[in-house]
């Protein structure tokens, strides 16, 4: 069982930069891939972001590509997601998520075994 916990969202303008947390409880969090997702009013959940258990390889949505950056610290239990040049159609509530299978970096949300209750993300013009 993993807990996952995001914090660090939060109102920002256009052009700004947030850095969003997800801390995992649990003894197996360097065993599973790691995402986040995200969910705009009206929208269905999209994949943003995916990294492989080892952090060694990434991937990113093509409308976040260039700004938005995933990593972890497996020592800490934690996965960041680092977004600069914050636009408004990036608000939403963003998700973290974990995956059983953990050399994917392209997580579906059919396959996702863990969610975070979320972290809302909101960016004015």
């Known amino acids: 069982q993993v807990q996952l916990v995001e914090s660090g969202g939060g109102l920002v303008q256009a052009g700004d930069s947030l850095r969003l947390s997800c801390a995992a409880s649990g003894r197996t969090f360097s065993s599973h891939a790691m995402g986040w997702f995200r969910q705009a009013p009206g929208k269905e959940r999209e994949f943003v972001a995916g990294?492989?258990?080892?952090?060694?390889?990434?991937y990113y949505a093509d409308s976040v590509k260039g700004r938005f950056t995933i990593s972890r610290d497996n020592a800490k239990n934690t996965v960041y997601l680092q977004m600069n040049s914050l636009k408004p159609e990036d608000t939403a509530v963003y998700y973290c998520a974990a995956d059983n299978t953990r050399w994917r970096t392209s997580l579906s949300i059919l396959e996702v075994d863990y969610w975070g209750q979320g972290t809302q993300v909101t960016v004015s013009s």
């Open positions: 990294i492989r258990w080892s952090g060694g390889s990434t």
